[in-house]
């Protein structure tokens, strides 16, 4: 019974990953060979720890030079060259073990940042043995899902018990959960062939949120409160127009200019915005389709689908501009599930909506049902203005598209979708690059 539970929990570990190597995230073209890919990914990631970059390519220098001698034995010189490399690999070994780093270190990270959007990963190190560390590295690896533009943090001299603060910089390409490997600091001093290390605590997981497009202008128009004045129903949510002005705040970082209360900003000394009761606000709900199809000959291969990655991202950009612009979110709608935001504030509604966006998997299954009920969705397009994002089309979504198109904006950023009456076609590139500014 122990071995069966043994040999479940090694093959969890070799799938999947534990809190040392971080998540191992597969691709989805590799279905049944998950195994073979994540092996050889936990195989990468300790000869990278252990092994310095420069030893990596003596060995395979000396593979190929060994094969050359076994071939021609006469080449001894080769044979010694091996032996000699191999002996001072061991002494290295041995004498780093004797030095190697005892230190005690913390990792602090946001617990949330955006996808390919710099931020600082902070390490609070305390050397707590009584010599000197030379040449201590800080992650000294590469890590699956995130880039160390600056490099990986170091110290070149620890003095005995002294303590020392370091940081860098990292980019999470890739939005979702990323788990990270438990943080590491390592030295190969003295000979720079061995690289021993201890395991240190602080933040090891990243709620990555997708990137978005900053927009100016969002019109909302065609939807709005069921029973309201002509003048609100056809008025953008960016004018404050009969809303109810309630108090006035110190300016945040954000808020759009035409809120600033000048006279009180003069008479105060310091920038002051007007604050309208947020009930009189428009509101907005946001489908978004989770069935994407990769085109085969393009995408197969990639860890993401840009398309795909472009259609979270909008919906991500509207979410966006809804917080800035004090905009409610009543509804979003993934698929066949429901989530009603009613009842938090504004902020509130944003960060959960971000947060349900950057778990968003995509789903290849076209079985999938694609709208929830339509008594609740038509309560949406009653109640705020509905944005519905597509990904796939089929005779449920045509027929979507049919009945909806007038009280709901319906888009997608596939163009393998083509031009459909009823449905807009928003440039996938466009939204990645940041350069989508009106919908």
Same mark, same amino acid.
């Given at each position: 019974?122990?071995?069966?539970?043994?040999?479940?929990?090694?093959?969890?570990?070799?799938?999947?990953?534990?809190?040392?190597?971080?998540?191992? /995230?597969?691709?989805?073209? +590799?279905?049944?060979?998950?195994?073979?890919?994540?092996?050889?990914?936990?195989?990468?990631?300790?000869?990278?720890?252990? =092994?310095?970059?420069?030893?990596?390519? =003596?060995?395979?220098?000396?593979?190929?030079?060994?094969?050359?001698?076994?071939?021609?034995?006469?080449?001894? =010189?080769?044979?010694?060259?091996?032996?000699?490399?191999?002996?001072?690999?061991?002494?290295?070994?041995?004498?780093?073990?004797?030095?190697?780093?005892?230190?005690?270190?913390?990792?602090?990270?946001?617990?949330?940042?955006?996808?390919?959007?710099?931020?600082?990963?902070?390490?609070?190190?305390?050397?707590?043995?009584?010599?000197? &560390?030379?040449?201590?590295?800080?992650?000294?690896?590469?890590?699956?899902?995130?880039?160390?533009?600056?490099?990986?943090?170091?110290?070149?001299?620890?003095?005995?018990?002294?303590?020392?603060?370091?940081?860098?910089?990292? &980019?999470?390409?890739?939005?979702?959960?990323?788990?990270?490997?438990?943080?590491?600091?390592?030295?190969?001093?003295?000979?720079? +062939?061995?690289?021993?290390?201890?395991?240190?605590?602080?933040?090891?997981?990243?709620?990555?949120?997708?990137?978005?497009? %900053?927009? #100016?202008?969002? %019109?909302?128009?065609?939807?709005?409160?069921?029973?309201?004045?002509?003048?609100?129903?056809?008025?953008?949510?960016? %004018?404050?127009?009969?809303?109810?002005?309630?108090?006035?705040?110190?300016?945040?970082?954000?808020?759009?200019?035409?809120?600033?209360?000048?006279?009180?900003?003069?008479?105060?000394?310091? /920038?002051?915005?007007? #604050?309208?009761?947020?009930?009189?606000?428009?509101?907005?709900?946001?489908?978004?389709?989770?069935?994407?199809?990769?085109?085969?000959?393009?995408?197969?291969?990639?860890?993401?689908?840009?398309?795909?990655?472009?259609? &979270?991202?909008?919906?991500?950009?509207?979410?966006?501009?809804?917080?800035?612009?004090?905009?409610?979110?009543?509804?979003?709608? *993934?698929?066949?599930?429901?989530?009603?935001?009613?009842?938090?504030?504004? @902020? @509130?509604?944003?960060?959960?909506?971000?947060?349900?966006?950057?778990?968003?998997?995509?789903?290849? %299954?076209?079985?999938?049902?694609?709208?929830?009920?339509?008594?609740?969705?038509?309560?949406?397009?009653?109640?705020?203005?509905?944005?519905? &994002? *597509?990904?796939?089309?089929?005779?449920?979504?045509?027929?979507?598209?049919?009945?909806?198109?007038?009280?709901?904006?319906?888009?997608?950023?596939? /163009?393998?979708?083509?031009?459909?009456?009823?449905?807009?076609?928003?440039?996938?590139?466009?939204?990645?690059?940041?350069?989508?500014?009106?919908?």
């Amino acid at each position: 019974m122990n071995i069966k539970r043994y040999i479940s929990q090694f093959r969890k570990y070799i799938l999947f990953g534990n809190e040392t190597t971080g998540d191992i /995230p597969f691709p989805l073209y +590799m279905k049944n060979r998950q195994f073979v890919y994540s092996f050889f990914y936990i195989l990468n990631f300790y000869t990278q720890r252990f =092994l310095p970059l420069n030893v990596r390519l =003596l060995l395979c220098f000396c593979f190929f030079f060994l094969v050359y001698s076994i071939q021609d034995p006469e080449h001894i =010189l080769m044979v010694q060259g091996i032996y000699f490399f191999v002996t001072a690999f061991f002494i290295s070994a041995v004498v780093g073990l004797i030095f190697r780093p005892r230190v005690k270190f913390t990792r602090r990270l946001p617990s949330r940042c955006m996808a390919n959007t710099a931020i600082q990963v902070d390490y609070q190190l305390k050397n707590t043995s009584s010599r000197a &560390i030379w040449d201590l590295r800080m992650d000294n690896f590469p890590f699956l899902n995130a880039e160390f533009v600056k490099g990986h943090a170091g110290s070149e001299y620890l003095a005995a018990h002294e303590g020392q603060h370091l940081n860098t910089v990292v &980019i999470f390409p890739f939005r979702g959960v990323v788990k990270l490997p438990r943080s590491y600091a390592c030295s190969s001093f003295p000979f720079g +062939m061995f690289a021993w290390g201890c395991l240190g605590g602080g933040d090891n997981s990243v709620l990555v949120l997708p990137q978005v497009s %900053d927009l #100016d202008d969002v %019109d909302l128009s065609f939807g709005g409160y069921a029973g309201e004045g002509e003048e609100d129903r056809n008025s953008n949510s960016n %004018d404050t127009g009969d809303q109810e002005f309630m108090k006035i705040r110190e300016y945040r970082e954000g808020d759009p200019v035409r809120l600033i209360h000048w006279s009180a900003t003069a008479r105060l000394g310091r /920038p002051v915005v007007k #604050d309208f009761n947020e009930s009189s606000h428009r509101k907005i709900s946001i489908y978004l389709d989770e069935v994407y199809n990769p085109s085969i000959l393009k995408e197969r291969h990639l860890k993401t689908y840009p398309v795909f990655e472009a259609s &979270i991202s909008l919906a991500a950009s509207l979410v966006d501009w809804a917080k800035r612009n004090k905009v409610g979110i009543s509804y979003v709608f *993934l698929n066949n599930r429901t989530y009603e935001l009613d009842g938090m504030t504004i @902020e @509130e509604e944003a960060d959960y909506a971000m947060e349900l966006l950057a778990k968003v998997r995509n789903n290849i %299954d076209k079985s999938t049902p694609a709208f929830p009920e339509m008594e609740t969705f038509c309560t949406a397009e009653d109640e705020s203005a509905c944005f519905a &994002i *597509l990904n796939h089309l089929n005779d449920e979504r045509k027929e979507f598209i049919k009945n909806h198109h007038v009280g709901t904006k319906i888009m997608t950023v596939n /163009p393998r979708l083509g031009k459909v009456d009823g449905m807009e076609v928003v440039d996938y590139n466009e939204v990645l690059e940041n350069s989508l500014r009106t919908l």
